[in-house]
T-cell receptor, first 112, second 114 residues
Framework: GQQVMQIPQYQHVQEGEDFTTYCNSS?????IQWYKQRPGGHPVFLIQ?????EVKKQKRLTFQFGEAKKNSSLHITATQTTDVGTYFC????????????FGGGTRVLVKP | NAGVTQTPKFQVLKTGQSMTLQCAQD?????MSWYRQDPGMGLRLIHY???????DQGEVPNGYNVSRSTTEDFPLRLLSAAPSQTSVYFC?????????????FGPGTRLTVL
């Protein structure tokens, strides 16, 4: 079945530094969504990317969708303690209809 | 709008017991789904529904049943609880539109099976 792999699994970041998390699929994706889950909370939608090569920004967060629609990345600049949490990508493969599946997530810890 | 609500928030079961986790949404979303999240892990899809009367299996459906008799409600039934089902369960809903399908999650149910 469809598998979406996220790397790295864990990310320890010094406050103020940048980091990137990646989401990779072996199949072509219809679109990709990113979610953030704070410790003890539930996932909250951040953004959706639909078009090949699409780039979207939300303040310090930059999201990219690959040209082949098989990978995506989330880049955070000048990390803050409020960025702590787990970031998930989620996708629907073009051949999988409505079923939305999640990657394993990148757990981000920020060192002040 | 209340969004997506889940009950109970916490539950402890003994092995072999059955129970139903409730999920309701008031946003008229067509798509609803159940996920389980084990400690330090991602979200695994259990079952999903694209509308009333229509359900389908996700990645880990064994041991769980669902039904969708109304647009609003999507209960998850554990038939005979096992310790391996100890987890946090999230219900989510969204529109089915391919361009507008942000998932809204409920607060979760923390289930422990002894």
């Amino acid at each position: 079945g469809q598998q979406v792999m996220q790397i790295p699994q864990y990310q320890h970041v010094q406050e103020g530094e940048d980091f990137t998390t990646y989401c990779n699929s072996s199949t072509t994706l219809s679109n990709i969504q990113w979610y953030k889950q704070r410790p003890g909370g539930h996932p909250v939608f951040l953004i959706q990317l639909v078009k090949s090569g699409e780039v979207k920004k939300q303040k310090r967060l930059t999201f990219q969708f690959g040209e082949a629609k098989k990978n995506s990345s989330l880049h955070i600049t000048a990390t803050q303690t409020t960025d702590v949490g787990t970031y998930f990508c989620a996708s629907r493969a073009q051949a999988a209809g409505n079923k939305l599946t999640f990657g394993g997530g990148t757990r981000v810890l920020v060192k002040p | 709008n209340a969004g997506v609500t889940q009950t109970p928030k916490f539950q402890v079961l003994k092995t072999g017991q059955s129970m139903t986790l409730q999920c309701a949404q008031d946003m008229n979303h067509e798509y609803m789904s159940w996920y389980r999240q084990d400690p330090g892990m991602g979200l695994r899809l259990i079952h999903y529904s694209v509308g009333a009367g229509i359900t389908d299996q996700g990645e880990v459906p064994n041991g769980y049943n669902v039904s969708r008799s109304t647009t609003e409600d999507f209960p998850l039934r554990l038939l005979s609880a096992a310790p391996s089902q100890t987890s946090v369960y999230f219900c989510a809903s969204s529109y089915s539109s391919p361009t507008y399908n942000e998932q809204f999650f409920g607060p979760g149910t923390r289930l422990t099976v002894l």
